[in-house]
């Protein structure tokens, strides 16, 4: 696969995620879209994405083989864990000094409402989307569909960038480009360290999950049956990302993604994994 295929692929699965979007919508009384419903909007994209991707590019492969799912060395999956945790500072307050500067227009306050007003039921399949489903289906298109075929071609570090940089794309606010690719870049590395899919699913869930409880503490800092302008005020009074935690997540995460660096070229488990991601 080549870098225009792959951006192709992520147009046309973004495109149409969009139109998938806009039909749903219109076919609602009051045109208005539940998590639930656009999960599954984007589900269906992404899915038919990976379709498209394994009959164009390895018709003869297995989905497992296409998508690197297979084991690698036991070390990276507490790796990905920690880096999760380590990621999360770093990242968040790189978007907030973005989101301040320049405003997308909507903001954390949207998702803490959701929160807010969903029922218990809801609020654990919002969470379910969120840590879980949400993390496995972004990573089996972007660090596996397209990954894979793209390492056959292409250097790892090429790969991990164009990944990052279509990951980044695929999220369409702009504000988001910058740390959404870098914890794209971060998701590659270990992709293409560990030669296996899993650990960079375990990343994202777990950054995902952190990013969820922040969420679910702000809807329950107030009543269950919080006004818009309540959910406004919980998340407002968040504390910004003290500059101590954003030094030492940078400095663990940059540690973390050098020891998941040395661990795919010297751990056996992980150069057994990475052979197979080369012809």
């Known amino acids: 696969m080549s870098i225009p295929a792959a951006g192709g692929w992520t147009a046309a699965v973004t495109f149409l995620f969009l139109w998938l979007l806009g039909v749903t919508a219109s076919a609602r009384a009051h045109g208005e879209l539940d998590m639930i419903s656009a999960f599954a909007c984007q589900a269906a994209a ?19 083989d296409l998508l690197g799912v297979r084991r690698t060395h036991a070390a990276f999956y507490p790796l990905a864990l920690a880096l999760g945790f380590a990621l999360e500072g770093p990242i968040t307050a790189l ?4 989101e301040r500067r320049w405003p997308s227009g909507g903001s954390d306050a949207d998702l803490v409402r959701l ?12 969470g379910l989307i969120f840590i879980a489903l949400g993390p496995v289906l972004e990573e089996v298109f972007f ?12 250097g790892a570090p090429l790969v991990i960038a164009a990944t990052s940089a279509l990951f ?9 480009f910058l740390p959404i690719g870098l914890f794209g ?18 990343l994202h869930a777990t950054y995902n999950a952190i990013q969820c409880f922040a969420l679910v503490s702000a809807a329950s800092s107030g009543p269950e049956t919080a ?25 663990c995460a940059l540690g973390l993604i050098a020891l998941a660096c040395v661990l795919g070229h010297r751990a056996e488990g992980a150069v057994r994994a990475r052979e197979k991601d080369t012809p």
Request: charged content about 15%; overall charge positive.
């Open 46 to 64: 992404y899915l038919l994405g990976l379709f498209g991707v394994l009959q164009v590019h390895a018709p003869r492969a297995s989905i497992r």
């Open 95 to 98: 978007y907030e000094a973005i």
């Open 115 to 126: 929160f807010t007003e969903a029922s218990a039921p809801e609020r654990v399949a919002l």
């Open 143 to 154: 660090r596996g569909a397209l990954a894979r075929p793209l390492l056959r071609k292409h």
């Open 168 to 176: 980044a794309v695929a999220h369409l606010e702009w504000q988001k």
């Open 185 to 202: 870049a971060a998701l590659g590395v270990l992709r293409v360290a560990s030669g296996s899919l899993v650990p960079p699913i375990l």
């Open 227 to 251: 006004a818009p302008v309540e959910a406004d005020a919980a998340l407002a009074a968040v504390a910004p990302t003290p500059a101590w935690l954003v030094a030492a997540g940078s400095g």
